[in-house]
T-cell receptor
Framework: GDSVTQMEGPVTLSEEAFLTINCTYT??????LFWYVQYPGEGLQLLLK?????DKGSNKGFEATYRKETTSFHLEKGSVQVSDSAVYFC???????????FGKGTRLSVIA | GAVVSQHPSRVICKSGTSVKIECRSL??????MFWYRQFPKQSLMLMAT?????????EQGVEKDKFLINHASLTLSTLTVTSAHPEDSSFYIC???????????FGQGTRLTVV
């Protein structure tokens, strides 16, 4: 079945550092790819998405490119802030009634 | 983006009582809703998938008589934890999706504490 593998955390960075969180996937079809963010005590918020190969999703300074050749969707941000501290989940989805497939999540802590 | 409202955000109940959690899609029709459970510092564990007007499909190991799911309309699904016990204490999150869309939108989560 479909699966998502993302780098394990926790990741601790200083403010203004460059962030990369790796995510790779396996899927039989052509899924859409997502990054969700979860702040402490809250549900998940959609951060960005890409629906086909070579699409780049971007939001709030974060970006990720759908790479079909490497089956990857790595999350990047050029300069992180303390407010970016959260857990980040990579996920994929096919059409239909099937649930999203999530990675295990990566906890990011940004220190001032 | 679309809004999913989950209520209550926090609930404390006594052991042996039942608790109902509501999940509403406010501005779209949720043909499919998903219920997750999340343990501290862990990923989401899918409990069940429900399609409007149909019985929920439970994941292996999830007791359907304990976690009752109803999806009676295109904007509302409920999860009832029956005869709750302390081990049911957890963070429960709902997610909703409309027909033809790949992305899902999440509620704010419900922190259940059974004492």
């Amino acid at each position: 079945g479909d699966s998502v593998t993302q780098m394990e955390g926790p990741v601790t960075l200083s403010e203004e550092a460059f962030l990369t969180i790796n995510c790779t996937y396996t899927a039989t079809g052509y899924p859409s790819l997502f990054w969700y963010v979860q702040y402490p005590g809250e549900g998940l918020q959609l951060l960005l998405k890409a629906t086909k190969a070579d699409d780049k999703g971007s939001n709030k300074g974060f970006e990720a490119t759908y790479r079909k050749e490497t089956t990857s969707f790595h999350l990047e941000k050029g300069s992180v802030q303390v407010s970016d501290s959260a857990v980040y989940f990579c996920a994929l989805s096919d059409l239909g009634n099937t649930p999203l497939v999530f990675g295990k999540g990566t906890r990011l802590s940004v220190i001032a | 983006g679309a809004v999913v409202s989950q209520h209550p955000s926090r609930v404390i109940c006594k052991s042996g009582t039942s608790v109902k959690i509501e999940c509403r899609s406010l501005d779209f029709q949720a043909t499919t809703m998903f219920w997750y459970r999340q343990f501290p510092k862990q990923s989401l564990m899918l409990m069940a998938t429900s399609n409007e007007g149909s019985k929920a499909t439970y994941e292996q190991g999830v007791e359907k008589d304990k976690f009752l799911i109803n999806h009676a309309s295109l904007t509302l699904s409920t999860l009832t934890v029956t005869s709750a016990h302390p081990e049911d204490s957890s963070f429960y999150i709902c997610s909703a999706r409309s027909s033809g869309n790949t992305e899902a939108f999440f509620g704010q989560g419900t922190r259940l504490t059974v004492v």
